[in-house]
T-cell receptor, first 113, second 112 residues
Framework: NAGVTQTPKFRILKIGQSMTLQCTQD?????MYWYRQDPGMGLKLIYY???????DKGEVPNGYNVSRSTTEDFPLRLELAAPSQTSVYFC????????????FGSGTRLTVV | QQQVKQSPQSLIVQKGGISIINCAYE??????FPWYQQFPGKGPALLIA?????SEKKEGRFTISFNKSAKQFSLHIMDSQPGDSATYFC???????????FGKGTMLLVSP
C-alpha cells in the first residue's frame, strides 16, 4: 500500500498564480484532511472531507478550495497565490470506523514569491 | 473552544536521559489521544496513542501517562537516543467529530 501520496513535493509560485496540490490515498479512508504547517505554529486545518461529495472548512480556509469527487482523491486548489500561503502542506486521511489516528502524506513545500 | 496546549516548545536532552512532553486539554468529550513524531522533511507519523480509560500505555521506550481528572497527558521517552530527535505533536479526538485537535509541537534534540 502506498498510503497517502502528495504531489508535487516542492513548488515555487509567483504571486497571483494558481495551482492544485494533489492528494490520493489507497486505504479506502472516508475522512481526508488538508493541513498547513508553519514553523512553531503546529498544524492548522484548512479543509476536510468526510466522504465523496462532502467538504467542510477548517480553521484557515481563506484562499483555498477543495473538491472530493472520489473516495481516493482530495485536491487542494490555491487561487491567486499570496506570500502568506508559503508553507508546507500536508494531506491526511483516516478511517471512519474505530479511532485510528491520521495517516499523513509526505507534504508539499510551497513557496510564493 | 477545543484546544490542546503543549509544552515545552523545545527540549534538549542528553543521550540516555528521559524526555518528557506535556499536554493539557479542556474538552472532556475527547476520547482518543495520539502522539505524532515528525522528522525534518517528512509528514507526521503516529507514534503511540491512548484512550482515557487507561492511565498509562507503554510501547518500547515510549510511554503515555494520562491523568483524566487533571485533563493532562504526557509522553515520556526513556533512554533517549539521537535518533529520537524530531518534532512531537500531541493531539486529541472527539470520536463524535471528524477532526483531531493538535498541540503546537515540541522540538526535541537529543545530544550525543
Amino acid at each position: 500500500n502506498a498510503g497517502v501520496t502528495q504531489t508535487p513535493k516542492f513548488r515555487i509560485l509567483k504571486i497571483g498564480q494558481s495551482m492544485t496540490l494533489q492528494c490520493t490515498q489507497d486505504m479506502n479512508h472516508n475522512y481526508m484532511y488538508w493541513y498547513r504547517q508553519d514553523p512553531g505554529m503546529g498544524l492548522k486545518l484548512i479543509y476536510y472531507s468526510v466522504g465523496a461529495g462532502i467538504t467542510d472548512k477548517g480553521e484557515v480556509p481563506n484562499g483555498y478550495n477543495v473538491s472530493r469527487s472520489t473516495t481516493e482523491d482530495f485536491p487542494l486548489r490555491l487561487e491567486l497565490a499570496a506570500p502568506s500561503q508559503t508553507s508546507v502542506y500536508f494531506c491526511a486521511s483516516r478511517t471512519q470506523q474505530g479511532s485510528d489516528g491520521y495517516t499523513f502524506g509526505s507534504g508539499t513545500r510551497l513557496t510564493v514569491v | 473552544q477545543q484546544q490542546v496546549k503543549q509544552s515545552p516548545q523545545s527540549l534538549i536532552v542528553q543521550k540516555g536521559g528521559i524526555s518528557i512532553i506535556n499536554c493539557a486539554y479542556e474538552n472532556t468529550a475527547f476520547d482518543y489521544f495520539p502522539w505524532y513524531q515528525q522528522f525534518p522533511g517528512k509528514g507526521p507519523a503516529l507514534l503511540i496513542a491512548i484512550r482515557p480509560d487507561v492511565s498509562e500505555k507503554k510501547e518500547g521506550r515510549f510511554t503515555i501517562s494520562f491523568n483524566k481528572s487533571a485533563k493532562q497527558f504526557s509522553l515520556h521517552i526513556m533512554d533517549s537516543q539521537p535518533g529520537d530527535s524530531a518534532t512531537y505533536f500531541c493531539a486529541a479526538l472527539n470520536s463524535g467529530y471528524s477532526t483531531l485537535t493538535f498541540g503546537k509541537g515540541t522540538m526535541l534534540l537529543v545530544s550525543p
